[in-house]
């Protein structure tokens, strides 16, 4: 089974508006983490924003907030004000702390396309 | 400036052709592992390392080996690359304990295998 869903492959927003990247996840472990990451075209990976499985209040990095909901297993990103520059590919990882390898499982992403 | 090198950035070989992947990190890191990256898979791990002389294997590490004998420092060997090594490869690195455990990437160096 897959543990990190990104139904999405590719979405469109218009500039200036929210657009949501949606991410669900498997896993039995009861303390994990939840990661989204950006890839622009130039291939590296920024990271965006974290949230653990214990963190009560979603967590939220300037124009990004992670829509976290733990008994639905989700963990959208939420991109405010959208602008061109944000186009790009979106993955979703989640690690899961009784591995103890510290592996990120990866979803297979969500390109996002800006337009003027 | 705080970053994980990887090198080369590109590379064409030939199939059987030993080559060797550098990483290095700068940032004092106890953590280090190495991702592929393939259309519609996402990033899989391949090895990763929670500090020197320790490795282990990750979800995809059939045709790969790795060594850490300084702490800086992560190589990625494919012995005899084949076709399906053809992907873009990420060196991470992050601290042990740090409470988020934020991976840091390098900026990836795509492989092709002829």
């Known amino acids: 089974a897959q543990k990190i869903t990104q139904t999405q492959p590719g979405m469109f927003v218009q500039e200036k508006e929210a657009v949501t990247l949606d991410c669900t996840y498997d896993?039995?472990?009861?303390?994990?983490?939840l990661f989204w990451y950006k890839q622009p075209s130039s291939g590296e990976m920024i990271f965006l924003i974290y949230?653990?499985?214990?963190?009560?209040q979603n967590a939220t990095e300037g124009r990004y907030s992670l829509n976290f909901q733990k008994a639905r297993k989700s963990a959208n990103l939420v991109i405010s004000a959208s602008q061109l520059g944000d186009s790009a590919m979106y993955f979703c990882?989640?690690?899961?702390?009784?591995?103890?390898?510290?592996?990120?499982?990866f979803g297979s992403g969500t390109r996002l396309q800006v337009q003027p | 400036e705080a970053q994980v090198t990887q090198n080369p950035r590109y590379l064409i070989t030939v199939t059987g052709k030993k080559l060797t992947v550098t990483c290095s990190q700068n940032?004092?890191?106890?953590?280090m592992s190495w991702y592929r990256q393939d259309p519609g898979l996402g990033l899989r791990q391949i090895y990763y390392?929670?500090?020197?002389?320790?490795?282990d294997k990750g979800d995809v590490p059939e045709g790969y080996k790795v060594s850490r004998k300084e702490k800086r420092n992560f190589p990625l060997i494919l012995e005899s690359p084949s076709p399906n090594q053809t992907s873009l490869y990420f060196c991470?690195?992050?601290?042990?304990?740090?409470?988020?455990?934020?991976?840091?990437f390098g900026e990836g160096s795509r492989l092709t295998v002829l």
């Open positions: 949230q653990g499985s214990y963190d009560q």
């Open positions: 896993t039995s472990d009861p303390s994990y983490g």
């Open positions: 991470a690195s992050s601290l042990q304990g740090a409470n988020t455990g934020e991976l840091f």
């Open positions: 940032m004092n890191h106890e953590y």
């Open positions: 990882a989640m690690r899961e702390k009784g591995t103890g390898r510290r592996a990120l499982t």
């Open positions: 390392s929670m500090n020197v002389e320790v490795t």
